[in-house]
């Protein structure tokens, strides 16, 4: 009975160990990342480029001056994640914080799939 259990370990081995995925989340705090401002997006790239995630988490999405936080969303997104990432990474739905800075999910399709976004609402900002 050893022999067995342990010849149907070895043979089910190779399938249990291809069942797994590493996945590799970043939370980054921009400080108030705004759209047409891009000094910082050189840096952002090289971070993006040797962290490699799978899921990023950014918070501090600024208004500029004659835009609003959704336009800093697309640029960050088109000026950063697309440019290290072109076409894989998909952004989730963007809820715009009218009293501070926004938050942002951004995922790799091929790995997640985005079911919703919902704030939490607090005192100082949303969550």
């Given at each position: 009975?050893?022999?067995?259990?342990?010849?149907?370990?070895?043979?089910?081995?190779?399938?249990?160990?291809?069942?797994?995925?590493?996945?590799?989340?970043?939370?980054?705090?921009?400080?108030?990342?705004?759209?047409?401002?891009?000094?910082?997006?050189?840096?952002?790239?090289?971070?993006?480029?040797?962290v490699r995630p799978d899921l990023l988490v950014v918070q501090e999405i600024s208004n500029s001056s004659g835009s609003t936080q959704q336009a800093s969303v697309d640029s960050f997104y088109s000026r950063v994640v697309n440019v290290v990432f072109p076409?894989?990474?998909?952004?989730?739905?963007?809820?715009?914080?009218?009293?501070?800075?926004?938050?942002?999910?951004?995922?790799?399709?091929?790995?997640?799939?985005?079911?919703?976004?919902?704030?939490?609402?607090?005192?100082?900002?949303?969550?």
């Amino acid at each position: 009975m050893k022999k067995i259990s342990t010849l149907l370990s070895l043979l089910l081995a190779p399938f249990i160990a291809n069942s797994q995925d590493t996945l590799t989340t970043v939370t980054y705090n921009l400080l108030n990342y705004q759209s047409g401002v891009g000094s910082r997006d050189q840096y952002y790239r090289t971070i993006l480029r040797h962290v490699r995630p799978d899921l990023l988490v950014v918070q501090e999405i600024s208004n500029s001056s004659g835009s609003t936080q959704q336009a800093s969303v697309d640029s960050f997104y088109s000026r950063v994640v697309n440019v290290v990432f072109p076409g894989q990474f998909l952004k989730g739905t963007f809820i715009p914080d009218p009293n501070d800075t926004g938050n942002e999910i951004y995922y790799k399709p091929s790995k997640f799939t985005f079911v919703s976004n919902t704030p939490i609402h607090t005192a100082l900002r949303d969550i």
